[in-house]
């Protein structure tokens, strides 16, 4: 078993990790600044004797004493809505904070994996999105401070790989929704579930074609899992293939929840990606993975989640 470093722990991908490495038998710390995160997700481990948690910012220098074997640099603001309103700590963390967890990661002789994204993709024009395909990205539009951030980070990442022989990972990871999302990041789902439980009409943004293709947590760490503990180094699509409209996902939304709200239509963001779905041959032939949880069963364990949360969080205004 090893040790394990998690930048972004407190954040909804980071903290699922924590809990399936510590699970695995691993030593985790959790290492994060709270710019979007939250303790909350991580309370549930401060009585494990296995885990540490740091609270930094990882673009800045980072310290940790005593050998490491693992680093996962999960560590950046995701959600459209974050990264638009932090979008010069969005470009830090893809660029300086991903230097800084290389530069850790060869100093204490550990594997790493970086959490890169469907994203660099931009707004695709091959569909499925294959690994070779190089991307359609706009580098001064309002996302391209997320992208570019990591499309920086796959080139510094398979750079330390190339020159300095580093043990790397890179996961190309696609919309993934479950517990533990923040019910105002913005994100599509936590959108429409928060806009049901409050009585709100559900805003699709356009005219509701544009697809995407949403992957169950669990699913999805388990793709990082097998990701990290392979031997390869070229970056892997991870990610749930069934892939639908928003204007039905809204629709979808409507009938698990109940609501008797109805659909309005609101301008579509700058940039917006038409179509989105991964193509997993690779991990399914590389690492034998693929989606278990279908968009109905995973809906449903969500929606219960938020349903679970106190009625506060609903009124809570972004960070
Ligand atoms: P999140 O916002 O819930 O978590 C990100 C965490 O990183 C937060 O806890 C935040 O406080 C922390 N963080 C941000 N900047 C930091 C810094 N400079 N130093 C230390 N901590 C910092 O988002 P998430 O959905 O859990 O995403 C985690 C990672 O996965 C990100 O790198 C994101 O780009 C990637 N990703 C996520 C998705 C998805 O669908 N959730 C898709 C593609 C890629
Ligand atoms: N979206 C929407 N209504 C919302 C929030 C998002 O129609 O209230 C749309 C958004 O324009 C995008 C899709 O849902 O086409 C997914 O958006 P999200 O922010 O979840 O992720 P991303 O665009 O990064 O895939």
Known sequence: MGRVLITGAAGFLGSHLCDRFLAEGHEVIGMDNLITGDLKNLEHLFKEERFEFYHHDVSKFIHVPGDLDYILHFASPASPIDYLKIPIQTLKVGSLGTHNCLGLARAKNARILVASTSEIYGDPHVHPQTEDYWGNVNPVGPRGVYDEAKRFQEAMTMAYHTYHGLETRIV????????????????????????????????????????????????????????????????????????????????????????????????????????????????????????????????????????????????????
């Open 172 to 319: 190309r990871i696609f919309n993934t929704y479950g517990p533990r999302m923040r019910l105002n990041d913005g994100r599509v789902l936590p959108a429409f579930i928060g806009q049901a439980l409050r009585g709100e009409d559900l805003t699709v943004f356009g005219d509701g074609s544009q697809t995407r293709s949403f992957c169950y947590v669990d699913d999805l760490v388990e793709g990082i899992y097998r990701l990290l503990m392979s031997d390869c180094a070229d970056p892997v699509n991870v990610g749930n293939p069934d892939e639908i409209t928003i204007g039905d996902f809204a629709e979808e939304i409507i009938k698990l929840t109940g609501t008797d709200q109805k659909v309005i239509y609101k301008d579509l963001p700058k940039d917006d990606p038409t179509q989105r779905r991964p193509d997993i041959t690779k991990a399914r032939e590389i690492l034998g993975w693929e989606p278990k949880v279908s968009r109905a069963e995973g809906l449903k364990i969500t929606y219960e989640y938020f349903k679970s949360l106190p009625e506060e969080e609903l009124y809570k205004k972004e960070h």
